[in-house]
């Protein structure tokens, strides 16, 4: 062992185990935890984990949360377990406002809201949230979006919509406080006639939609946080959400921005769409796209189950598209999405805390 030294055992070595191994060889010694610990570790360890096929998929249910193994964007049966959540509070008061490199960002909605940020596999997290938070969350028009900095520092990005005004705040882990940023100048988006989308990182960037379908003709905007500048900014629609109504959902894979465009235009139709060199790019028309209105109860959404996708919109639809072998393979490597009540997480050992 004193041969291979610290570098191979723990950069090339412990680094490519799972996170909960990886948790359970910090109690070998003082040294292997304060290593293992490491932001550099960290890092690595997460960049490692961030590259596999293997997920989890974390579910909000009434009465429990749940927690189910991704291989390949497809459902594995049987892998379902129940999770404990370390605070006191039933799941039916939560709601996920992001997922991020194996944290899960989290509201609790109670006579005053609390803002959380969690770590499924470690199960350490830590409430965020300040005055501010607590009395002016909303909790439909509020979405939240998260980062590494330059100086890999975590950041919480959150925008608030109260009064017609977006306010945008932005907390740091190493600094565990919060502070203002400047907003878009000349926008409505504050408006109640506006819905906001989780943000999505993909390549040091967090997008939002933010769409009108109150007033005709309808509005879709694609509202873009600079992780670098920290400057806001907007990014032009696909030509195939042109079409009145539509729907679209982010997500990312192999590490790149894609929607997906439900239209209503005589027929349901179903489209992913990539965002690649300034460019939108149709990737795949779906087949028999369809409105499913009762879901059983053991399906979940954004996932592969039986050679079809079940699609959550931001309206909260859920749409279903049969899968060609092409498109199948594709859907794989699906990143990162959530939704109010689900999320795809990676096991990582990133803490809540500095």
């Not at 925008?159 to 600094?175: F, G, K, L, P």
Request: aromatic share 14%.
């Amino acid at each position: 062992m004193e041969r291979v030294g610290d570098y191979m055992i723990f950069e090339e070595i412990l680094s490519r185990l799972p996170a909960k191994v990886v948790c359970r060889f910090k109690c070998v010694s003082k040294q292997w935890c304060y290593e293992l610990s490491t932001p550099k570790f960290v890092f690595i360890h997460a960049r490692r984990v961030g590259n596999s096929i293997q997920k989890k998929l974390l579910s909000l249910k009434e009465n429990s949360i749940v927690v189910d193994d991704i291989v390949a964007g497809n459902l594995e049966e049987d892998t379902s377990e129940t999770v404990i959540f370390p605070y006191d509070v039933e799941p039916s008061f939560l709601s996920i406002i992001g997922s991020f490199n194996g944290l899960i960002l989290l509201c609790i909605k109670r006579s005053y809201n609390e803002l959380l940020l969690w770590n499924p596999t470690t199960r350490r997290f830590k409430v965020i949230s300040d005055d501010y938070f607590s009395r002016y969350f909303g909790r439909h028009n509020d979405t939240s979006g998260m980062y590494f900095d330059e100086h890999n520092d975590l950041k919480v990005l959150h925008i608030n919509c109260y009064w017609d005004v977006v306010t945008a705040r932005v907390y740091s882990r190493h600094n565990d406080s919060w502070r203002k940023l400047n907003f878009l100048n000349g926008t409505q988006f504050g408006s109640n006639f506006y819905l906001w989308s989780p943000g999505i990182y993909s390549d040091k960037k967090i997008y939002f939609m933010v769409s009108n379908y109150w007033i005709p003709p309808g509005e879709r905007n694609i509202v873009v946080f600079d992780v670098i500048s920290e400057t806001f900014s907007i990014l032009r629609f696909p030509e195939h959400m042109e079409v009145n109504p539509c729907q679209g959902h982010f997500l990312t894979i192999s590490n790149k921005l894609h929607v997906i465009v439900v239209q209503y235009a005589g027929q349901l139709i179903a489209d992913l769409v990539k965002y690649e060199h300034d460019e939108w790019i149709k990737v795949f028309s779906f087949n028999r796209a369809r409105i499913v209105h009762h879901m059983e109860t053991q399906e979940r959404t954004n996932i592969i189950q039986n050679n079809k996708w079940l699609i959550t919109s931001i309206w909260g639809d859920t749409v279903e598209v049969v899968l060609c072998n092409d498109s199948f393979n594709y859907i794989q490597l699906v990143d990162n999405y959530n939704g109010p009540k689900g999320a795809l997480f990676l096991e990582t050992i990133v803490s809540p805390f500095n």
